[in-house]
């Protein structure tokens, strides 16, 4: 008996399918906890791609600073994974115009290490990836973090067909940098 109430009581603890919201509803830290451990991999390595690793790491922090400030501008009208990397585009935007460092974003590639990532084998696609324009290169690294054109549009608040031609624009540059074998 007291194994069956054990067991009934620890299946409700199960992890929420939106930490967002429930730490937009109730305040309470396990719910930022879970959300940064499900998100916060995925927000890191798009900052990565769109900056510098020390840049990517305050502007990861930052943007988890928001979400605690400003829990209450949560909305499950889209998907917690998007908001969270809207916010982080909006901060790293916002600190590159603080530092004057906007332009520096189109020559990125100049900068970065090449042993940023961490798996060899996709050194190539991913220095081809940072050769590309800021524009064309937020655009395919949002799509390969799963998002969709709409949620892409949303993010970076430009019309979804300007985002398509930005898709094909940077596949197309790929196409030609990785060649054809190696789409």
Same mark, same amino acid.
């Given at each position: 008996m007291l194994? %069956?109430?054990?067991n009934w009581l620890s299946a409700i603890e199960t992890e929420p399918a939106d930490p967002l919201y429930e730490f937009k509803l109730s305040g309470e830290n396990k719910y930022l906890e879970l959300? /940064?451990?499900k998100y916060n991999h995925d927000?890191?390595?798009f900052l990565l791609t769109q900056s510098d690793g020390e840049l990517a790491k305050d502007v990861c922090q930052k943007t988890w600073l928001t979400v605690v400030e400003?829990?209450?501008?949560?909305? %499950?009208? @889209?998907?917690?994974?998007?908001?969270?990397?809207?916010?982080?585009?909006?901060?790293? /935007? +916002?600190?590159?115009?603080?530092? @004057?460092?906007?332009?520096y974003m189109d020559s990125l590639e100049q900068h970065l290490p090449a042993t940023e990532p961490s /798996?060899?084998?996709? @050194?190539?696609?991913?220095?081809?990836?940072?050769?590309?324009?800021?524009?064309? &290169?937020?655009?395919?690294?949002?799509?390969?973090?799963g998002f969709s054109l709409q949620q892409i549009a949303s993010i970076t608040n430009a019309p979804q067909e300007t985002i398509k031609t930005r898709l094909r624009y940077? &596949?197309?540059?790929?196409?030609?940098?990785?060649?054809? +074998?190696?789409?």
């Open positions: 194994l %069956t109430l054990k959300a /940064i451990d927000l890191y390595h400003k829990r209450q501008a949560y909305h %499950t009208s @889209q998907a917690p994974k998007a908001f969270l990397f809207k916010l982080a585009r909006n901060a790293l /935007i +916002d600190e590159l115009r603080k530092q @004057q460092r906007l332009s /798996i060899a084998s996709h @050194q190539s696609l991913y220095d081809a990836i940072l050769s590309l324009p800021l524009l064309q &290169r937020e655009a395919i690294s949002l799509q390969l973090e940077a &596949r197309a540059a790929l196409k030609n940098v990785l060649g054809e +074998d190696d789409e």
